[in-house]
């Protein structure tokens, strides 16, 4: 036996020595299968695997950046920004917001030198907003919903395109509502409290309108049967002058008058003929 503890001449190991290491396949023990050199070895540690490192996406600049650059805006100083802005064409609406913005950073950043300036400053950017509003409702005039507290050129020019978009308007000047009104007078229908001179510029433009007034006068009935005599159907009790005048114009107005008098009969009987 080798000198070993539990090892045979052979190279043998019992496998109650290889389990306590006092005795070998001589003192009773079973041998074991042979046991090769490479298995006796211990398998060399792994070095644990390191991640590696994530790359980095390269750095992209949003549109506002790129058009800034591109326009030379980026660093402009902000007396410059004052007159570019007031040469700003309208339509070009990217341009706008973009020395919009950068007039936002002169004056948040301070980046001026006198009061002046500062006020400067502050005035060109209300023209740019009100610029920036024209355009937009110019493009959509029902965008004009989206402006808060929007300045009563933006609201003319939302009415001009269509009276009805006074909808969207929220206490419009009576300015506006004449203007729409004038444009389409069933406009009415969208303005609260509206006064004579609105209820008269609607009726004229429309007759019809007369359906969204209550208790109107008689010169408002006139005036809208006068220009649709087919109006008289949203007047209750008419004035028999507005009756006259009603079925002079048209032979089925008699048709929405209901109890005419005898001379409004007569009338349309002289005018008409019989039925």
């Not at 060399?44 to 490192?53: A, D, E, L, Q, V």
Request: proline share 7%.
């Amino acid at each position: 036996m080798d000198a070993d503890l539990g090892r045979t001449s052979s190279g043998r190991l019992c496998k109650k020595c290889e389990k306590k290491g006092d005795k070998c396949s001589q003192h009773g023990g079973t041998p074991s299968p042979k046991l090769g050199k490479k298995s006796l070895k211990k398998s060399p540690k792994r070095s644990p695997k390191t991640p590696s490192p994530k790359r980095r996406s390269p750095k992209t600049l949003s549109p506002k950046k790129i058009s800034e650059k591109s326009t030379g805006l980026e660093d402009m100083p902000c007396d410059v920004l004052l007159k570019i802005a007031k040469n700003l064409d309208p339509e070009d609406y990217l341009k706008l917001d973009l020395v919009s913005h950068r007039i936002d950073l002169c004056l948040s950043e301070g980046r001026y030198n006198t009061e002046k300036d500062k006020m400067d400053l502050k005035r060109i950017q209300k023209e740019l907003l009100v610029k920036k509003q024209l355009e937009q409702v110019r493009a959509n005039p029902e965008s004009i919903k989206k402006i808060q507290n929007p300045p009563e050129i933006v609201q003319l020019l939302a009415v001009n395109i269509d009276g009805y978009h006074i909808k969207y308007i929220k206490n419009p000047t009576e300015r506006v509502q004449l203007e729409a009104v004038k444009k389409s007078g069933g406009a009415l229908r969208h303005i609260e409290n509206p006064s004579a001179a609105v209820q008269m510029a609607a009726v004229t433009q429309d007759g019809t309108a007369i359906d969204f007034i209550e208790n109107p006068s008689e010169k408002l009935q006139i005036a809208a049967v006068t220009n649709a005599p087919d109006a008289i159907d949203g007047i209750d009790n008419p004035s028999e002058k507005v009756q006259l005048l009603a079925v002079k114009e048209s032979m089925f107005a008699i048709d929405y008058i209901k109890s005419p008098t005898r001379k409004v009969k007569k009338m349309h009987k002289k005018t008409w003929g019989d039925d």
